[in-house]
């Protein structure tokens, strides 16, 4: 098995491990008051699996010479990654700080990214490169012009060092929820997930040369699929761990909060 082939079955299994997260949380019956946020957070799932999906996808038409689909896709996919940025950040700085309002200016700002990074796609003319043999392989993008390096910079910095702010915030909400075991537990689990994921992408940046490497983009898919593993471990803990920490698992949730709502349903309050 090629490198190539490894990273696209890696790739594949991670899509799928994305999507099922993603359709898990939508499914999770949460308190009125954090609906929203759980809402955006399966959102921020299901949009990187789609990313992921978006990858295998372009490998697949470039295997059948097809580039119809490949400008389209860009487009498509970098509104949904700023989006998804987005529903990350607030998912996490409401459940930190409880406030919808601290939202505000990051919305803000990711919409300005965004604006600034589709102004230059538009203004370097892409086109999807069909013939192997050049600098660019079948199914890359071409630009006429070069991003430059400060936008590059604000492009990774902007987009990583919030995230990673908010997962140390979650760190040290570890800390604070005493006597509360299950929500340390996916606290924990759900900081480390993003670290690594945020952590993995902000150290291909500063590597350089050595993010080229089959081996290291190995490692980086796998990085991936393992912290989508960590969030579906959060809610879904194995057995030994429920029992012997005495964490609750989402079905749980999902059946004591069933039989609240039907409760205040019938009149018979909590």
């Known amino acids: 098995m090629t490198s190539d082939t ?3 079955v ?18 999770r019956k949460a308190k009125k008051e954090f ?6 957070f399966a959102m921020w799932w299901l949009i990187i699996g789609f990313s992921t999906a978006k990858t295998v996808l372009e490998k697949i038409m470039v295997d059948y010479e097809y580039y119809g689909l490949h400008m389209f896709l860009l487009y498509l996919n970098t509104v949904l990654v700023f989006a998804g940025l987005f529903f990350l ?10 406030k919808e309002k601290t939202t505000i200016p990051f919305g803000v700002f990711f919409l300005a990214l965004l604006i600034m990074i589709l102004a230059f796609i538009v203004a370097s003319h892409p086109v999807v490169v069909t013939e192997a043999g050049g600098d660019l392989a079948p199914g890359s993008i071409d630009y006429e012009i070069e991003m430059p390096i400060w936008m590059i910079t604000v492009l990774v910095l902007g987009i990583i060092v919030p995230q990673l702010g908010v997962c140390i915030a979650l760190y040290a909400l570890f800390f604070k929820l005493k006597g509360q075991p ?9 900081s ?8 993995s992408s902000l150290l291909v940046y500063f590597a350089g040369s050595a993010g080229g490497s089959g081996a290291w983009l190995i490692i980086k898919e796998l990085i991936a699929l393992f912290a989508g593993m960590m969030i579906y471990f959060a809610y879904n803990p194995p057995t030994f ?14 059946e004591v909060q069933a039989v609240r709502e ?9």
Do not use: C, H
């Open 192 to 199: 480390t997930s993003l670290f690594l994921w945020f952590g």
């Open 10 to 27: 890696i790739q594949t299994a991670t899509m799928l491990a994305f999507f099922m997260i993603g359709g898990m949380l939508l499914k």
């Open 182 to 190: 299950t929500q340390r537990y996916r606290v924990f689990l759900i």
């Open 241 to 254: 761990v429920r029992r012997k920490y005495n964490i609750t698992g989402l079905a749980d949730e999902n």
């Open 35 to 40: 609906s929203r946020p759980i809402f955006f």
């Open 89 to 98: 950040l607030y998912y996490t700085l409401v459940i930190f700080t409880g």
């Open 6 to 8: 490894l990273i696209t």
């Open 262 to 270: 039907k409760g205040r349903a019938t009149g018979g309050g909590e």
